[in-house]
């Protein structure tokens, strides 16, 4: 492939999957990476500032939660809002073709502690981007972790299970029926 073409991020984050895979996190190098993606390395760090990110995605998950987040219904409740951005993760970025890569993905993630931490941080990220876009549609403080940490825990319910790439259900559909459980569970005195 020609180092020009645009697809740059997808395809560093391709190689190091690979790489990974085949010869563990810790004994891939950057240079590695770069060199399978057919580019160089000072394009591996225009895009991402270490190995351990190139399988974070950069920051689009989050960016794709604030926009769904501000782009609910006026009507929306907080939990509402966070569905929707849920369902717009699935339609826009957990799709089928993304599947198997991801759970590829975690099977790595799994594997390697420093991984785990960097996923766990990630995912501190996202709530507070969550709750960031619920302040900003007037939702107060306190509601909006709330509903922002219940839409993280749906999150990770809904992921584990689309992941498995005998399930044949899209993840949006997965989230909503967790958030579902995570709000009867509420309910249960």
Request: no cysteine; hydrophobic share 45%; aromatic share 8%.
């Given at each position: 492939?020609?180092?020009w ?5 997808e395809?560093?984050a391709?190689?190091a ?16 990476i ?6 160089t390395k000072s394009t591996?760090?225009r895009?991402f500032?270490?190995?351990?990110e ?11 939660l604030?926009?769904?987040?501000a782009?609910?219904p006026p009507?929306a409740g907080?939990l509402?809002?966070v569905a929707?951005?849920l ?8 799709t089928?073709?993304?599947?198997e890569?991801?759970?590829?993905r975690q ?10 931490e960097?996923?766990a941080?990630?995912r501190i990220?996202?709530t507070a981007?969550m709750i960031?876009?619920?302040n900003r549609r007037g939702?107060p403080?306190l509601t ?6 219940l ?6 319910i ?7 790439t005998?399930n044949s259900?899209?993840?949006g ?14 309910a249960v005195?």
């Amino acid at each position: 492939m020609a180092r020009w073409q645009p697809d740059a991020p997808e395809r560093l984050a391709a190689a190091a999957l690979d790489l990974f895979e085949e010869h563990g996190y810790e004994n891939t190098t950057v240079i590695e990476i770069a060199e399978r993606a057919g580019l160089t390395k000072s394009t591996f760090f225009r895009y991402f500032k270490d190995k351990r990110e190139v399988l974070f995605g950069g920051g689009t998950v989050a960016g794709l939660l604030v926009e769904a987040v501000a782009a609910a219904p006026p009507s929306a409740g907080p939990l509402d809002a966070v569905a929707e951005a849920l369902d717009a993760l699935g339609r826009t970025f957990f799709t089928a073709e993304r599947r198997e890569f991801s759970s590829r993905r975690q099977a790595v993630l799994n594997a390697h502690t420093e991984l785990r931490e960097r996923e766990a941080l990630k995912r501190i990220d996202l709530t507070a981007a969550m709750i960031e876009a619920l302040n900003r549609r007037g939702v107060p403080s306190l509601t909006a972790r709330v509903a922002a940490q219940l839409g993280t825990l749906a999150w990770q319910i809904a992921y584990d299970q689309w992941i498995d790439t005998d399930n044949s259900e899209g993840f949006g559909p997965l989230a909503r029926q967790a958030l579902a459980e995570v709000r009867a569970a509420g309910a249960v005195r």
